[in-house]
């Protein structure tokens, strides 16, 4: 049977519908192919740090025209070996000042923060209870000493006795054992006033090191016991002051060759890639840690300004020698591809070569060319991702090696790779040329209105005639879009 739910001028109304909708989102698509396509050599130019009033018309762009693209020379030069790691500040001694006796105490002697040296006193403990023992422990062995002087008469009577046979030889030899315990008696007596004055001692709390004391972690008038865990201040030892800091087990060997040669430097590193801190080596653990694969080591330094402090996380370089006389370009130079890294080296005529290369060391700025490179040569740095083998570039003043990068441009946003916090760290990224002196900039098109009656959107199909542009120098990267339509 017929459907007969809706009427059948209504079914014959929804189908023309429904095509001019389909029409509609096609031509929608076709508008933004078409922007996309016109557009894109303007954007990419943009990208590759080089305006499109500078790239002329010839083979290798998309339109045509030769890359703009911008170029280092190859060079030689001395290339430090460092490794980089992340590492942790450490006191060269922490030390938790305790109580080694029970008492009030009765002085904080310290100021928090305040700079201490070995034997200077931190806190004091009420020290009655033990002065009288010290005291008791000296009657003790007073009495003692005298019943040793009346032992050592009472012996002296019964040797004069026995040699006129007034006294057995078994009295004799009773009193000079008698004689020699009350000697053993005196030096118990002597042993307790020794540990009696030690007790005394333990109420005066010194500082066992040179440091910095931190916040005091109990109040004067507390009762403080000899078995505490908390204690009652803590000493750091600043200066100096060590570096842990762990690297991969496949380091270990080749910071052990370079150990044998001399003391390795280390620096602390700030983000900016000023060096914070420099010190050396101590040594690296005894054992590598099973469960993550890495060694860890101990670098220490002076800190005589104070610029590390315990607890806090640095970043570590340490350097194991240099590399002398190599070849080197910009990392930003290096591609990969199926085959492993290469270059785009720009020949005489200002045609590009694709390059394999065999690398070396690889840095934060710079990559080693062990191969595939010769001194003097110029590789593409930016531009690289519209070339193939054999396209036609234009080429921007060259960078030597990782020289300097070029000023910035005038209003250049501050904190750029390129700028004075970066140059040490990111890798240099050239300022775009100055436009050529008399190019003039092209005009703002006005939007195009639609006569009245046509639908928005029309003029994507060509219904609409072109409005005349205003007379202007037109940029040559728009130029062969132009021809070509």
């Known amino acids: 049977m017929p459907d007969t739910s809706f009427p059948l001028e209504t079914r014959t109304q929804t189908r023309p519908r429904r095509r001019r909708a389909w029409l509609w989102s096609l031509l929608v698509v076709a508008a933004l192919g078409g922007a996309t396509w016109w557009y894109w050599p303007q954007v990419q130019a943009r990208l590759s740090g080089t305006p499109a009033a500078t790239a002329p018309a010839g083979r290798g762009a998309r339109f045509g025209g030769p890359v703009p693209v911008t170029v280092a020379v190859a060079g030689r030069r001395d290339i430090p070996l460092n490794l980089d790691a992340l590492g942790t500040v450490q006191a060269f001694n922490s030390i938790t000042i305790r109580s080694q006796v029970d008492g009030i105490l009765t002085e904080i002697a310290f100021t928090e923060g305040q700079e201490v040296r070995a034997g200077d006193i931190l806190a004091r403990i009420d020290p009655r209870t033990y002065n009288a023992a010290l005291a008791q422990a000296v009657a003790k062995r007073a009495q003692s000493e005298a019943v040793l002087a009346n032992a050592r008469l009472d012996l002296q009577r019964y040797v004069d006795l026995a040699r006129s046979n007034g006294a057995s030889r078994q009295q004799l030899d009773t009193q000079r054992a008698q004689v020699a315990q009350n000697e053993a008696q005196l030096a118990v007596d002597d042993a307790a006033i020794a540990q009696a004055r030690t007790q005394v001692d333990f109420t005066t709390i010194r500082s066992p090191v040179n440091g910095r004391v931190g916040i005091r972690l109990v109040d004067q008038g507390n009762l403080v016991r000899g078995g505490d865990s908390a204690g009652i201040v ?146 593409v740095t930016s531009g690289g991702l519209r070339l193939n083998a054999g396209a036609s570039v234009v080429v921007s003043d060259p960078v030597r090696g990782s020289a300097e990068p070029p000023a910035r441009p005038r209003g250049a946003r501050g904190g750029q790779p390129g700028g004075p916090a970066a140059a040490s760290e990111t890798p240099a990224t050239p300022a775009r040329p100055a436009a050529e002196p008399g190019a003039a900039t092209p005009p703002t098109a006005a939007p195009v209105v639609p006569p009245p009656g046509r639908r928005p959107g029309s003029e994507s199909t060509g219904a609409l005639p072109v409005q005349p542009a205003a007379p202007a120098v037109a940029s040559p990267a728009t130029a062969p879009a132009a021809r070509e339509r």
């Open 234 to 379: 803590v000493v750091n030892q600043v200066t100096p002051i060590s570096v842990n800091y762990t690297l991969p087990q496949q380091e270990l060997q080749r910071v052990l060759a370079a150990m044998r040669e001399g003391p390795l430097p280390v620096r602390v590193m700030a983000p900016d890639g000023t060096v914070r801190a420099a010190g050396t080596l101590l040594t690296p653990d005894n054992q590598v840690d099973q469960t993550t694969g890495t060694i860890r080591l101990k670098a220490t330094f002076g800190n005589a300004d104070r610029m590390l402090w315990p607890g806090s996380f640095v970043n570590v370089r340490m350097q194991l020698g240099t590399e002398q006389n190599a070849l080197t370009v910009p990392v930003v130079a290096i591609q990969r591809g199926p085959d492993g890294a290469f270059a785009f080296v720009v020949r005489d005529d200002n045609t590009v070569e694709q390059r394999p290369l065999t690398l070396g060391l690889l840095t934060v700025t710079d990559a080693v060319v062990t191969r595939g490179l010769r001194d003097g040569e110029r590789v």
